[in-house]
């Protein structure tokens, strides 16, 4: 009987292990003297199984449990064999609100620009090219309906020549410009709408106003309500700023209003406008935790009550830990999404590692500019450039020193633009930065749940 290779952490009264299949196990402290010193013998008959059952050791002469792990191995990586599946198309840094958190834009820009009908199409006939058979277009800006006649165009001409793939359209709005012709072509070609809601109205007012002042919570609240009407998917995401600290349970509360089920909470990256305003708007990352974990625990207590409601970075690290399976989420993989699982074309034509290699850009870094619709038209010479190489490498976890020993290194990720833009390095320097301290803390959040509440880990699993 041999150990897999696995990676732990002291939690309260025991140990914490996981290993490369997302597996995971609390152990006494006994228990884990036993494991490191393969005394096997000593484990009492259930904690035996169950190391077994999950990975911990195996029987080196077992094939069909070497093939069952390597099984688990490949669903925690299924990822590693879909080729580019998510291509952003970025219409326009134009944009019709003046949110205090905007990283995309600074104030130093002045230049606004929309993408043409021909940059479009150059850009259609590369994302066609990925050998993904399975792809998302995804319309973004500043705000892409300032630029509706481009996504008709890009819808239109890419049923046109999409020939065996499958396309799924998405467009990220703040729907402030949404007219009935719109909503009716979004229902006609099954595009999914996701928008911005930060909370009750004056989180949300506060946080998304336009540039006299004027708040946007009431538009969303009726253009939800019309596209429901419509029978359009929508969705929502919520930003937190430090208005959203003081009303958690508020923010479900709006989404439960809006017939929302699905609720991602997104901390703030100092990048852009939130670097600027981070003194007013940012918080410290105990102080995000401490919100992050009001939030989950009030959810499962409505969740207990029959009301259905999931949060959205819990769902994707509940599916690895729980389920062992790993979505394509780009920046809690490794090695990360940039180019290999996502790309953005700018309005311009230049094409970016992802959408935050463009927010990058816009800040004045083309770091992770890949090329330019007008220079090159082939799929292949993106991704074998440097950058793109250079972008995978940066974000093996299992190759970086501060990462490759973490216990949550399974279920985590590394963003090189994020590393750049505020460490000016892409491999980051300074183990537990701020980003890295987000990530652990909402694990240590969930992994605590589990071990304290029984039935927290039954409505964990509904959700995943």
Request: charged share 25%.
């Amino acid at each position: 009987m041999k150990s897999n290779y696995y990676n732990f952490k002291k939690y309260k009264d025991k140990y914490l292990l996981t290993n490369e299949e997302g597996k995971y196990i609390f152990l006494s402290e006994e228990e884990f003297h036993h494991l490191v010193y393969r005394e096997y013998n000593k484990l009492e008959e259930g904690i035996f199984v169950r190391l077994k059952q999950n990975y911990f050791i195996y029987d080196e002469n077992d094939e069909v449990f070497i093939e069952k792990v390597k099984e688990q191995y490949r669903g925690m990586k299924s990822y590693l064999f879909s080729a580019t599946c998510l291509h952003i198309f970025v219409l326009t840094n134009a944009c019709n609100l003046n949110c205090v958190y905007c990283q995309a834009q600074d104030s130093e820009q002045n230049n606004k620009g929309s993408m043409s009908v021909e940059t479009a199409k150059r850009a259609v006939d590369i994302a066609l090219q990925s050998p993904e058979k399975h792809l998302t277009f995804e319309f973004q800006g500043g705000e892409p309906l300032l630029c509706f006649d481009v996504i008709r165009f890009i819808i239109e001409y890419s049923q046109k020549n999409c020939n065996d793939k499958e396309i799924e359209y998405s467009l990220v709005t703040n729907t402030l410009l949404l007219t009935d012709e719109m909503i009716r072509f979004f229902k006609t070609h099954a595009v999914k709408i996701s928008t911005s809601l930060d909370g009750p109205q004056w989180i949300h007012d506060g946080n998304r106003s336009d540039k006299s002042g004027r708040g946007s919570f009431s538009a969303v609240h009726d253009n939800i309500g019309r596209l429901k009407q419509y029978k359009v998917p929508v969705g929502a995401i919520q930003t937190t700023t430090r208005k959203s600290l003081e009303n958690p349970k508020g923010i479900i509360d709006a989404y439960l209003e809006e017939r929302l089920p699905y609720v991602f909470i997104r901390p703030l990256t100092p990048l852009g406008y939130a670097s600027e305003h981070w003194d007013e708007i940012g918080y410290t990352f105990d102080e995000f935790i401490s919100f992050y974990r009001e939030i989950l625990e009030y959810m499962l207590r409505l969740n207990q009550k029959g009301v259905r409601i999931i949060e959205g970075h819990a769902r994707i690290f509940l599916r690895k830990i729980l389920g062992g399976f790993s979505e394509n989420y780009m920046e809690l993989r490794s090695p990360c999404g940039a180019a290999v699982g996502q790309i953005a074309y700018y309005y311009d034509g230049n094409i970016y590692t992802c959408d935050e290699g463009r927010m990058l850009a816009e800040m004045g870094s083309d770091s992770f500019r890949l090329g330019n619709v007008y220079d090159t038209l082939e799929y292949d010479e993106l991704m074998n450039c440097g950058v793109c190489k250079v972008t995978c490498q940066a974000s093996v976890l299992e190759a970086l020193p501060d990462c490759c020993e973490c216990v949550y290194h399974p279920y985590c990720g590394v963003c090189p633009v994020i590393n750049l833009a505020l460490e000016k390095n892409i491999y980051s320097r300074q183990a537990n930065s701020y980003r890295c301290r987000i990530y652990k803390g909402m694990l240590d959040t969930i992994f605590g749940l589990i071990y304290n509440n029984e039935k927290a880990l039954e409505i964990f699993e509904t959700w995943i």
